[in-house]
């Protein structure tokens, strides 16, 4: 890769992990529904001047619904109901493990020997941190987080379909899909009065934050990222993404004080060493054919 792009990778690890902190503070000030539906609705604004990818509408959707609102909401969810923002990182990053698992099940894309090595190794880390859960937080709320990682492997798989799509234009409008059905269940569950006042008193730094996941880790990161993905193979780009968990958890400690437990430490560095070794192993080249 080239140095800039080697900036690029490591600017969107950063942006990412530090996206974690900037919800936690935007969920101070708003539900999990409508915090989740204002971070779409900003990047869903070049909507507004490009058209619709050549896509099926029931695909948009159902990679919308997972790969964003189902991903989002329920990481939304876990943080405001007291998941610390580092290991909420963490857990979300356990979608390497769903994804591979997955791709095995649809698509008869069977893992090898290291991969395996990868996902056990990873399963323990988790069944770690799930020995923590019910002190700081329910198990109810862990349940309910662990949805994200499952949402983002059955979206990264449901993405194959829409490859020939730009994707500045696909992930606005992923955006547009995941925000609509949102505000619905924002007025839905606060109701429209508490809806609306919670946006209009919004104090600065909650907005700073919102406009910052909106636009700058959900818009401009997502682009950069995809764009790295089109120009570099994903065994190059793919491994930076294993500084979000470490980006994640560290602010979280600097801003909010977070602690970690020796047992939940461990589970936390169990996971993503599972995750390395699933990204960094790479499939057996076939050998070439003789004459």
């Known amino acids: 890769m080239k140095p800039a792009d080697i900036l690029i990778a490591i600017l969107v690890a950063v942006i990412w992990g530090l996206a974690f902190v900037a919800s936690r503070i935007a969920l101070d000030e708003l539900s999990p529904e409508l915090m989740t ?10 909507c507004l001047f490009i058209p619709k990818p050549k896509i099926a509408w029931s695909l948009l959707i159902a990679i919308s619904f997972t790969l964003f609102l189902g991903q989002f909401l329920s990481q939304a969810y876990g943080i405001a109901h007291g998941v610390p923002v580092g290991l909420t990182s963490v857990v979300v990053q356990s979608q390497a493990l769903f994804t591979i698992g997955f791709a095995a099940i649809a698509f008869g894309e069977r893992p090898t020997p290291v991969q395996t090595l990868g996902i056990v190794v990873a399963a323990v880390g988790l069944l770690l941190i799930c020995g923590t859960v019910g002190y700081d937080f329910s198990v109810g709320a862990f349940a309910v987080l662990m949805i994200a990682p499952i949402c983002f492997a059955v979206g990264n798989l449901l993405l194959r379909g829409a490859r020939g799509a730009p994707m500045f234009d696909l992930f606005a409008w992923l955006c547009l899909t995941a925000a609509v059905p949102l505000f619905a269940l924002a007025l839905v569950v606060n109701g429209p009065a508490p809806t609306f006042q919670s946006l209009i008193h919004m104090s600065p730094t909650g907005l700073v934050c919102l406009l910052a996941i909106g ?8 682009w950069l990222w995809g764009r790295l993905l089109r120009d570099y193979p994903a ?35 169990t996971v993503i060493g599972g995750i390395a070794v699933m990204v960094l192993a790479r499939r057996p080249q076939p050998l070439p054919k003789t004459a």
């Open 37 to 46: 539906a204002m971070r779409f609705t900003i990047a869903a604004v070049p």
């Open 215 to 222: 636009a700058i880790s959900t818009s401009i990161a997502y």
């Open 235 to 269: 065994a190059q780009v793919v491994p930076f993404a294993l500084l979000v968990p470490f980006v994640g958890s560290a602010a979280s400690s600097i801003v909010f004080g977070e602690k970690f437990g020796p047992l939940r430490l461990a589970g936390m560095l």
